[in-house]
């Protein structure tokens, strides 16, 4: 079975220092996998995706995010972070074939960003 | 706005009771998916069903049922509440097969408290 771990529980930047939100999944083959971001009070939006192709994927809001298949790790990078940018982060993998498509997540980095 | 539509927002309710959370999927989605969200378990995928039919089952207890109608539109039944079952309740959505590149576009969820 597909596993998602993020190792980081909570992260405090600075705004306008870079970031690095770290994902590694468990997967027999290369699978799709997603960031999504969650504020509070709001639902999952995609931030970026990868399922083939350029290892390194550019998203929305100036996140990109590099795909490295010996490393089973798909890490979220932004270069400077915004005050906005506060909310919690999930890295999910999807299987890239069959019927059933749910997504799996992992546990989530809550990002705070100091003035 | 990620086109999907979820009602209740909020809802609170006693042990033992029973709720029907409603969702409608994107305009042209086939596939909906519900997943619970709470502090201990993080994101679970609970069901999933495309075009009226169970696609794929995951941690969803017996208590628990879903179904999705004609319309497309998909209701989630909690039955015999207990205080365990308050969580975040989001519904999601993909487009049909063929079309489909894995994301999930998720509402804003239900929140619901079991007092």
């Known amino acids: 079975a597909q596993s998602v771990t993020q190792p980081d529980i909570h992260i405090t930047v600075s705004e306008g220092a870079s970031l690095e939100l770290r994902c590694n999944y468990s997967y027999g083959a290369t699978p799709y996998l997603f960031w999504y971001v969650q504020s509070p009070g709001q639902g999952l939006q995609l931030l970026l995706k990868y399922f083939s192709g350029d290892t390194l994927v550019q998203g929305i809001k100036g996140f990109e995010a590099e795909f490295k298949r010996s490393q089973s790790s798909f890490n979220l990078r932004k270069p400077s972070v915004h005050w906005s940018d506060a909310a919690e982060y999930f890295c999910?993998?999807?299987?890239?074939?069959?019927?059933?498509?749910?997504?799996?997540f992992g546990s989530g980095t809550q990002l705070t960003v100091l003035p | 706005d990620s086109g999907v539509t979820q009602t209740p927002k909020h809802l609170i309710t006693a042990t033992g009771q029973r709720v029907t959370l409603r969702c409608s999927p994107r305009s042209g989605d086939l596939s909906v998916y519900w997943y619970q969200q709470s502090l201990d378990q993080g994101l679970q995928f609970l069901i999933q069903?495309?075009?009226?039919?169970?696609?794929a089952k995951g941690n969803i207890l017996e208590r628990f049922s879903a179904q999705q109608f004609p319309d497309l539109h998909s209701e989630l039944n909690l039955s015999s509440l207990e205080l365990g079952d308050s969580a975040l309740y989001f519904c999601?959505?993909?487009?049909?097969?063929?079309?489909?590149?894995?994301?999930?576009?998720f509402g804003e969820g239900s929140r619901l408290t079991v007092l």
């Open positions: 999910a993998v999807g299987e890239p074939s069959g019927s059933a498509r749910q997504l799996t």
């Open positions: 999601a959505s993909s487009p049909r097969q063929g079309r489909n590149t894995g994301e999930l576009f």
């Open positions: 069903y495309y075009n009226g039919e169970e696609r």
